[in-house]
């Protein structure tokens, strides 16, 4: 998985030479392998955390537990904060590691699929993640295209085939596609085996509906358009077969270059919560203040009087330093101002407003984050309610 995500240089064009592993190889192009999650078993409880601690409940009960842990403005012991927020990202963790293994599955699960490739002039069976830039494939009826491929020739006349592109952009009429003419009388496996031409084209890009290049064959130039291009994700329909030269592969094909890289959600509802949570907090500071002046007032004013039966700690040597003191010690008597569940319920409320609308139980397959990446209130009156 590590060769996934290996970065490279910004490319400026893209040269695909076909029948030619070792030409191609050169210019260090992504393999066909993709990756969607966003952890492994290293890096999961590190970015997890910081991730966690984006949201700005989990930090502020953080800052709690260190102040608890001050002997000195204290009265609290610092378990009564540390063994709920352990348990509320205990919780958050759970349900985001079960997130990702499922990402994990559908990546192993695409990642070895099978694809006939044609390699030293013989088709064979290939793991979609071993797939590389420069191969030709054959595609038969109802198979989904594996990698971003230029159309070759086909099973129909003159070159044409039908492609449903319901994986890219949600439109499940059919697609023509046709090869150029001087490739599309190349359904031969030994023809196909001897063709040698080269692509030079546009670098990887997130644009479905643009595409340009042009194929040199035979000392001749052919242009080429995005009506000759098979992009991954689309599923050959009514077509017995294709053969089609991988362009771009795993990361740089344009279904790939849309969805981007897998990083951490924030919807509308987790913003407006943040925001909550800061007013709330705001609100708690000021009858911190307001409290913490009223005690170095008394103690100025009535606690001296008292020294003999209150004395003030060693440390404390003066009504202002008392009133500081007072002042985190009634940020942590009034921490329950900001219910430290808050997420969890938010998350609880998530999951059962889906269920609902489907109508079922929820599929945990599916990411709560993602389906809610829309974020508005209205999107989920029930999950809105329940929050409120």
């Given amino acids: 998985m590590a060769l996934c995500a290996k970065k490279r240089p910004p490319e400026e064009e893209r040269r695909a030479r076909a029948n030619d592993r070792e030409y191609n190889e050169r210019f260090q192009y992504a393999s066909n392998c993709i990756k ?22 989990n ?8 102040l608890q842990l001050i002997p000195q403005i204290s009265s609290l012991s610092w378990f009564t904060t540390i063994v709920p927020l352990v348990l509320v990202l205990t919780i958050t963790a759970v349900k985001d590691a079960t997130d990702d293994y499922f990402r994990h599955k559908s990546d192993n699960q695409v990642n070895n699929r099978q694809s006939q490739v044609l390699i030293n002039g013989i088709l064979q069976q290939e793991q979609w993640m071993n797939v590389c830039v420069g191969d030709i494939i054959k595609l038969e009826n109802n198979q989904f295209v594996a990698a971003d491929l230029l159309l070759l020739s086909s099973s129909e006349p003159h070159g044409l085939c039908y492609i449903e592109t319901a994986e890219l ?15 599309s009388e190349l359904g031969d496996i030994s023809k196909l085996a001897k063709f040698d031409g080269e692509v030079i084209c546009e670098p990887p890009n997130n644009k479905l509906d643009k595409f340009s290049g042009t194929l040199y064959w035979k000392e001749n130039k052919f242009p080429l ?20 030269l991988v362009i771009f592969a795993g990361p740089d094909t344009k279904l790939m270059q849309n969805s ?4 951490f959600k924030r919807t509308s509802i987790d913003r407006l919560m943040n925001t909550l949570v800061l007013w709330i907090f705001g ?19 009535v606690g001296t009087r008292f ?10 040597d003066s009504a202002f330093f008392s009133g500081f003191l007072s002042f985190w010690s009634y940020i942590i008597i009034l921490n329950t101002v900001v219910p430290i569940s808050l997420y969890v319920r938010y998350v609880l409320s998530l999951l059962w407003g889906l269920s ?23 999107s989920s009156p029930s999950c809105a309610v329940n929050i409120l």
């Fill in 59 to 66: 930090t502020y009960f953080l800052f709690l537990l260190i």
């Fill in 169 to 183: 952009d949600g439109e499940t009429n059919m697609k023509v596609r046709q090869a150029i003419p001087v490739t």
């Fill in 36 to 57: 969607t999650s966003k952890y492994n078993i290293l890096t999961f409880l590190p970015v997890n955390l910081f991730e966690q601690f984006q949201e700005v409940a």
């Fill in 225 to 244: 358009s995005n009506q000759n291009m098979l992009l991954r994700g689309c599923v050959l329909r009514n077509t017995e077969w294709c053969f089609g």
């Fill in 260 to 263: 981007g890289r897998t990083k």
């Fill in 283 to 301: 609100f708690l500071v000021c009858m911190g203040v307001i409290l913490a002046i009223g005690n170095a007032i008394w103690e100025h004013e």
């Fill in 307 to 316: 020294q003999v039966y209150l004395p003030w700690d060693e440390a404390v």
């Fill in 356 to 378: 609902r609308e489907s109508g079922g139980p929820l599929e945990l397959q599916s990411s709560v984050k993602m389906k809610f990446s829309r974020g508005n209130l209205g």
